[in-house]
T-cell receptor
Framework: DARVTQTPRHKVTEMGQEVTMRCQPILGHNTVFWYRQTMMQGLELLAY????????DSGMPKDRFSAEMPDATLATLKIQPSEPRDSAVYFC?????????????FGPGTRLTVT | KQEVTQIPAALSVPEGENLVLNCSFT??????LQWFRQDPGKGLTSLLL?????REQTSGRLNASLDKSSGRSTLYIAASQPGDSATYLC???????????FGTGTRLQVFP
């Protein structure tokens, strides 16, 4: 049963601390997305990669957020330093090679609370 | 710029009713439209995906339609059950982009 996995599932941290969230996309999927979900803004795309190369990170605050794909099986989203307004659920999604249905498959999310 | 809206924001119905959830999008040049379900505290589960060349897709008691000319998609749930209680999100993908633009969702409660 192929699925996207994310760790940690929950994270509580103090303002100013570094936070790293990890995602393992579905094996064979070459497009990986990072989303953020809040009550006020709903679901927003932060960044996405294809074949490990960043294609668009325009939704991400660049001064504190960074996203990488060290290899095809791992995507990371890092916040440094974290702020209370970063509290949200962060989702990773993956999708197969373009040209098909472009369906995206979502992970369970990381619920981040910054105090 | 694509914008997606969903109405109603919330819906509470008795078990057994047939339901229609609405999704509107501003840019009719969409590549596909995807419907998701989200349970409280959980991730998104893909329900149906309609390509731009399709008019509808069906899966069990769910039927999703797409009318590009009017900028609308509807999700029809037949014979609703308490287990259908969740938030339903639609998302549109335009041509020449990988981005999904999400609506704000419809929170559905089906009571016994």
């Amino acid at each position: 049963d192929a699925r996207v996995t994310q760790t940690p599932r929950h994270k509580v941290t103090e303002m100013g601390q570094e936070v790293t969230m990890r995602c393992q996309p579905i094996l064979g999927h070459n497009t990986v997305f990072w989303y953020r979900q809040t009550m006020m803004q709903g679901l927003e795309l932060l960044a996405y990669f294809r074949n490990r190369a960043p294609l668009d990170d325009s939704g991400m605050p660049k001064d504190r957020f960074s996203a990488e794909m060290p290899d095809a099986t791992l995507a990371t989203l890092k916040i440094q330093p974290s702020e209370p307004r970063d509290s949200a659920v962060y989702f990773c999604a993956s999708g197969p090679t373009p040209g098909g249905t472009y369906e995206q498959y979502f992970g369970p999310g990381t619920r981040l609370t910054v105090t | 710029k694509q914008e997606v809206t969903q109405i109603p924001a919330a819906l509470s119905v008795p078990e057994g009713e047939n339901l229609v959830l609405n999704c509107s999008f501003t840019d009719s040049a969409i590549y596909n439209l995807q419907w998701f379900r989200q349970d409280p505290g959980k991730g998104l589960t893909s329900l149906l995906l309609i390509q731009s060349s399709q008019r509808e897709q069906t899966s069990g008691r769910l039927n999703a339609s797409l009318d590009k000319s009017s900028g609308r998609s509807t999700l029809y749930i037949a014979a609703s059950q308490p287990g259908d209680s969740a938030t339903y999100l639609c998302a549109a993908r335009s041509y020449n982009t990988d981005k999904l633009i999400f609506g704000t969702g419809t929170r559905l409660q089906v009571f016994p």
